[in-house]
């Protein structure tokens, strides 16, 4: 699960999930983050922006983005891990990297896991096959990758309480499922033009089939499928003149969808396209700006079983951003960006009754300042923020559809620090503050389900030699309102708190590592709804352990 900003349940549609700066997480699906098509083991670092950066990343960069960068095939690699660990769970990956010349690198991984997880009928496979091909040429480089992703999970559905109570791991639905194929190419290249630009595009053609049964309380389902396939053409031209950036593009998409359910074929042809540009200038020697624009259009072809209905709509958004750098070791910042969101093809269509055609597109405004202070033995960082979305995309479980908040807000706060108390003691805490409400309409006042007021994180970590580590980690998520209950009527989740301890031994080229999750066995839920059916929480695992060795060979 991911959350940034307080989005909850919908934050897979309003966070982007990039690899090597490319979306994973489709504006087509909005029940999948794909997290299982990340090679972790390949990854050399994550970047992590917070706040709306809808000028470059467009559609969905509302409350943030998380880029996932990934080693790069330049040097001949072996890689193997076999783990193991609570409730029958197990993990397979072996990877190569092969330099076939001095411009040509290949790297082919694949992986396959296992767990029956906590809960009964909750069992989950996934396999994966990645290739991919990049090629060095003058002034640039060329890559072609492949992926194809199977991942089923059985769904066993929310406890009542008085069913939370009596088995935390008993199935509600025993033949509930989702088994999704995901085939993907990418094609992509980077070029210098002369002395000023450089091109970057790329190509990406995915195809997701979907099988599943979905039941709800006095409602078995029945066996169905959602089919999608996207086409995505990504162009930007960047500029460097002097200290002067300056960044060009454009995003073309096209989606077909198809639900095909006992109800009938729902279905949607999306179309968006987007243009957009941004200039980062310095002010000074310690000031610089940042502006762009970006406008975008959408057009939807929706056939809910009834007549056809066109749906199309555009917006236009920008931003401006100041940073300051008194020193190196500061940076303030202080900036504005408007957000968008267009509701996506599932998200038009609705099983049980058929959803009007009409769903609203997602707007908005974030307003952020910020200090960040990084020395060499410690890092302090404070930032403050107002998100204001029209039309902010939610689910409402009761009614079984998607609708519009009119309007909604979200006020927050953050602190984040890192020191090291010893050359082998490193230690760091974070804390984030959010009001999250609704601000018009029948609920004005409320605050947004799911979405808890405090979140706090704790870590130690311990390394007394290169190839010993020690890590303490402790998360703490305050009480939230159950998702679909705008009136704050229910009783609400409640806080919990959830400590985990990961140890590593380094061998040589090997790594040997061993983990407990939830060292206190603390029983809580993560999440949870309001239907017309009663309240429904999804329980969390209890303590459980995982322990896994790993080799990697380079030269």
């Known amino acids: 699960n991911i959350d940034m900003r307080g989005f909850g349940a919908t934050a897979n549609s309003n966070v982007v999930i990039l690899v090597n700066g490319r979306k994973i ?20 670092q994550i970047e992590i922006i917070e706040g709306s950066a809808g000028i470059l990343y467009g559609n969905q960069a509302v409350g943030g983005l998380i880029n ?29 990297t092969e330099r076939l010349d001095q411009q040509v690198g290949l790297s082919v991984q694949a ?3 296992g767990n029956d997880n906590y809960r009964e009928r909750n069992a989950s496979r996934m396999q994966r096959l990645d290739a991919r091909l990049e090629v060095d040429h003058q002034g640039g480089r060329s890559y072609i990758d492949v992926q194809r ?51 970057e595009a790329e190509l990406a053609l995915r195809n997701d089939q979907r099988e599943f049964v979905q039941s709800f309380r006095g409602f078995p389902g029945t066996p169905s499928t959602q089919d999608r396939d996207t086409i995505e053409l990504t162009p ?101 960006d408007q957000n968008y969101r267009f509701a996506k093809v599932d998200e038009h269509t609705n ?10 597109n997602q707007t908005g405004v974030s307003y952020e300042a910020g200090a960040e202070l990084t020395r060499d033995a410690y890092s302090l960082g404070a930032r403050a923020y107002r998100l204001d979305l029209k039309d902010e995309i939610s689910f409402d479980a009761v009614s079984f559809s998607n609708v519009n908040l009119p309007r909604s807000r979200r006020l927050g706060f953050g ?16 804390y984030d503050y959010i009001d999250s409400r609704i601000t018009s309409g029948t609920h004005s006042g409320s605050s947004v389900p799911l979405v808890p007021v405090h979140k706090a994180n704790l870590y130690a970590q311990y390394q007394p030699q290169a190839d010993w580590l020690l890590r303490l980690d402790v998360a703490y998520v305050g009480e939230q309102y159950l998702g679909s209950d705008y009136a704050n009527t229910a009783p609400p989740l409640d806080a919990y708190t959830v400590v985990d301890l990961t140890a590593h031994r380094d061998l040589g080229d090997w790594r040997l590592s061993a983990r407990i999750n939830n060292l206190f066995d603390a029983r809580y839920s993560e999440t949870g709804s309001s239907s017309f059916a009663g309240d429904g929480y999804n329980p969390a695992p209890e303590r459980n352990f995982w322990i896994e060795a790993s080799y990697r060979f380079e030269e």
Do not use: C
């Open 415 to 430: 602190l984040s620090a890192d020191t090291a108390l010893l050359s082998s003691v490193q230690v760091g805490a974070g």
């Open 111 to 113: 992986a396959k896991r």
């Open 25 to 44: 997480n489709p504006a087509t699906d909005s029940s999948t983050l794909y997290l299982s098509s990340i090679d972790l083991e390949n990854v050399e």
């Open 236 to 336: 930007r031209l960047i500029g460097h003149f002097g200290d002067n950036v300056v960044t060009l593009g454009i995003d073309l998409q096209r989606t077909d969808y198809l639900l095909l359910t006992a109800f009938g074929p729902q279905g949607n042809q999306q179309d968006i396209a987007a243009v957009y540009g941004q200039v980062m200038h310095p002010l000074s020697s310690v000031l610089s700006a940042t502006a762009g624009l970006r406008h975008a259009q959408v057009q939807n072809d929706i056939n809910n079983g009834g007549t056809p209905v066109d749906l199309d709509d555009s917006v236009t958004v920008g931003s401006l951003g100041l940073v300051y750098r008194p020193d190196p070791a500061w940076r303030l910042f202080l900036r504005a």
């Open 68 to 96: 996932v960068i990934t080693r790069r095939p330049d040097a001949r690699s072996l890689r193997a891990k076999l783990g193991g660990g609570s409730y029958d769970g197990w993990e397979l990956l072996a990877g190569i």
């Open 351 to 360: 099983v049980p009754f058929g959803q009007p055609a009409g769903l609203k």
């Open 149 to 199: 992703l199977d991942d089923y999970s059985q769904t066993p559905g929310a406890l009542f309480a008085s069913e939370l109570a009596a088995d935390r791991r008993q199935a509600v639905f025993p033949n509930d499922y989702l088994d999704t194929t995901s085939q993907v190419l990418r094609i992509g290249t980077g070029q210098t033009l002369g002395a000023h630009w450089r091109i």
